[in-house]
């Protein structure tokens, strides 16, 4: 069945666990604008991500899924700039009106709305061109009510580089999917050594991953700098070196992946995962050393893993460190859309 553009919005976005109401949304969808009213003195940070189909989500791709990982990629770099969510925006293209598509992306999005407490406000939908791939932008906006944004410049000399969870899951997802992931083709022998309950966890991993909210809001106070890892650690660890004019120097060995991706890779594909696969949504940040110790407490009161790989040099440049201390080369090339 195919609806109209007003009936899609009323039956699918509008519905009470999307488009709820929260503390600081004075009005929602509805008018011609939302209105917000954040606590008095607070920054708020905005982000936008834009999820293209056949680029950032497989065309097959259930609805469901889609939508999750559409708000999530988004409340990421929310997370990565210690924000509390706010609310989101939602642009939507599509070719036609597919009710059962919308009822699955709808109730992905609302999953990751209700858990993160961000409510959509407001969108766009519009029609594309016959066969065009869809298209989803999402705008998130969140609020530091009592401290500051953590920026990706001011990483300083002797600060330690942490990450939060595993790494690497995103591109082995991908791979197990059998689609473009830097990981070269599946080849059966990752094939036989797929488990259900890895294949399972990898394919939570890209669909559903975890914006680190609650971690980087609560440690934002003790962080220099912070980014989420979505175009492999090489690139966007490299983004705090350029930002802070600083380097680094990253112990290869103490790179931090999950049980499947150890069962799947041997070392050198599993560090291609992490240093240029993406698509893992984990944070990496910056502290003065003298932090560790609560940082790792904080951490452990959420049951979040977090890691030390490094240590922020002065020298300008990124080096991997094997665990003798020698400086390892690696090949490969962080995502880029235009290169
Ligand atoms: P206008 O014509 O004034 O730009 P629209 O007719 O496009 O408004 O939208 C009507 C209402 O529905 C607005 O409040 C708008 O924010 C909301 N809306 C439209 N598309 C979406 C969407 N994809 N998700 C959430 N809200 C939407
Ligand atoms: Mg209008």
Avoid at 12 to 38: C, H, N, S
Wanted: negative net charge.
């Amino acid at each position: 069945m195919s609806l109209s553009e007003f009936e899609t919005i009323s039956r699918y976005f509008r519905r009470p666990k999307l488009g709820f109401q929260r503390e600081g949304v004075v009005l929602g969808i509805g008018d011609d604008g939302a209105v917000v009213q954040p606590p008095a003195g607070a920054s708020i940070s905005m982000s936008m991500d834009l999820l293209v189909e056949g680029i950032h989500f497989p065309s097959k791709a259930n609805g469901y899924g889609v939508g999750s990982r559409s708000l999530a990629v988004n409340l990421s770099d929310l997370a990565a700039m210690a924000a509390q969510p706010l609310c989101f925006t939602l642009g939507l293209t599509l070719n036609r009106l597919e009710d059962s598509w919308l009822q699955e992306f709808s109730s992905g999005l609302a999953e990751m709305a209700e858990k993160f407490n961000c409510p959509l406000v407001g969108g766009d939908l519009t029609r594309g061109p016959m066969g065009s791939p869809a298209v989803i932008a999402i705008q998130v906006h969140g609020i530091h009510p009592d401290s500051d944004p953590v920026l990706r410049s001011m990483a300083k000399v002797g600060d330690g580089i942490f990450t939060t969870g595993t790494l690497g899951n995103g591109a082995a997802a991908l791979h197990a999917m059998g689609l473009d992931s830097h990981l070269g083709e599946l080849d059966q022998s990752v094939k036989a050594r797929l488990s259900k309950a890895h294949s399972d966890f990898l394919n939570n991993a890209y669909f559903k991953p975890q914006p680190r909210i609650d971690f980087a809001v609560a440690a934002s106070h003790y962080m220099t700098a912070c980014i989420d890892v979505s175009d492999g650690l090489i690139g966007d660890l490299g983004h705090i070196l350029g930002a802070s004019k600083v380097g680094a120097a990253v112990m290869i060995d103490k790179i931090p992946y999950s049980d499947a991706v150890l069962n799947l890779y041997d070392e050198q594909t599993r560090q291609q995962a992490a240093l240029f696969g993406g698509d893992d949504y984990e944070l990496c940040f910056t502290a003065d050393k003298k932090n560790e110790a609560a940082l790792l407490a904080l951490a452990a009161q959420q049951s979040l893993s977090i890691q030390k790989i490094g240590e922020i040099t002065g020298t300008q440049e990124l080096r991997l460190l094997d665990s003798t201390g020698d400086i390892v080369q690696i090949e490969g090339k962080p995502y880029q859309h235009f290169v």
